[in-house]
């Protein structure tokens, strides 16, 4: 997707009260910094998918 000229591969949008966001923050830090997850996530083609990987059950 184009987005003001750059690439753009992956869009989250953050919305919530309090610091919930960090929460968040952390899973998509986290899943960003595993290549494997990474791709997955630029891959994945709805939002299920997305929240598996930013929800993951224990």
């Known amino acids: 997707m184009d987005w003001g000229g750059n690439d753009v591969r992956v869009c989250i949008p953050?919305?919530?009260s309090g610091d919930e966001h960090v929460q968040l923050l952390s899973a998509?830090?986290?899943v960003l910094l595993d290549p494997?997850?990474?791709r997955t996530l630029r891959e994945a083609s709805v939002v299920d998918d997305v929240l598996a990987l930013l929800n993951p059950v224990e």
């Open 36 to 38: 494997e997850k990474a």
């Open 28 to 30: 998509l830090a986290t």
């Open 14 to 16: 953050i919305a919530s």
